[in-house]
T-cell receptor, first 115, second 114 residues
Framework: DADVTQTPRNRITKTGKRIMLECSQT?????MYWYRQDPGLGLRLIYY???????NKGEISDGYSVSRQAQAKFSLSLESAIPNQTALYFC??????????????FGSGTRLTVV | AQSVTQPDIHITVSEGASLELRCNYS??????LFWYVQSPGQGLQLLLK??????LVQGIKGFEAEFKRSQSSFNLRKPSVHWSDAAEYFC????????????FGPGTRLSVLP
């Protein structure tokens, strides 16, 4: 099994619909992140969570919400999807070891299309 | 604030040729530095990372990168490119105090000619 699992892998939804993207991890990391990838813009941070009780907005949080259900689970919701939210979404985790920040482990991504 | 620039949006090289992808960062201290690769339709995979010590770091798939503090650069190199290296490459900078999130560059897309 993958260290970071995202579901669904692909989703097409209609404008105005609510949709949830889910992420689970087996790394035991405390930090989890949601990023959005658009061509030419790289990865932009939507939300991040340092532990179950800690949720923080990233640079592009408008139109999104998150829930950290457990240390291993972090879901992203679009309350009312709009076409410019069409993108590739990545979940990532990070942990801290004796050599410092481990860096991110990414899921395989969810390709979301809003029509 | 941290920032990362990758000056080349798209690079095309012939198979077997050498490769250098540029990365420059802005950060107040010595950061952690990373290179990730994203193959078409895939997630991001860590190629290599710099934490401290030797400024030339080796990664997977024959890649290496050199940290140059004076130039605030962390360029990625490979002596001989393979067709399977065609992908998008992202440089990222992370803070040592673990209190800040990573910042990613915009990416460089690599095309490989047969």
């Amino acid at each position: 099994d993958a260290d970071v699992t995202q579901t669904p892998r692909n989703r097409i939804t209609k404008t105005g619909k609510r949709i949830m993207l889910e992420c689970s991890q087996t790394k035991g990391h405390d930090r989890m992140y949601w990023y959005r990838q658009d061509p030419g813009l790289g990865l932009r941070l939507i939300y991040y969570s340092f532990d179950v009780k800690d949720i923080n907005k990233g640079e592009i949080s408008d139109g999104y919400s998150v829930s950290r259900q457990a240390q291993a689970k972090f879901s992203l919701s679009l309350e009312s999807a709009i076409p410019n939210q069409t993108a590739l979404y990545f979940c990532a985790t990070s942990g801290m070891g004796d050599r410092g920040n481990y860096g991110y482990t990414f899921g395989s991504g969810t390709r979301l299309t809003v029509v | 604030a941290q920032s990362v620039t990758q000056p080349d949006i798209h690079i095309t090289v012939s198979e077997g040729a050498s490769l250098e992808l540029r990365c420059n960062y802005s950060y107040g201290a010595t950061p952690y530095l990373f290179w990730y690769v994203q193959s078409p339709g895939q997630g991001l995979q860590l190629l290599l990372k710099y934490f401290s010590g030797d400024t030339l770091v080796q990664g997977i798939k024959g890649f290496e990168a050199e940290f140059k503090r004076s130039q605030s650069s962390f360029n990625l190199r490979k002596p001989s490119v393979h067709w399977s290296d065609a992908a998008e490459y992202f440089c990222a900078v992370g803070a040592r105090n673990y209190g800040q999130n990573f910042v990613f560059g915009p990416g460089t897309r690599l095309s490989v000619l047969p």
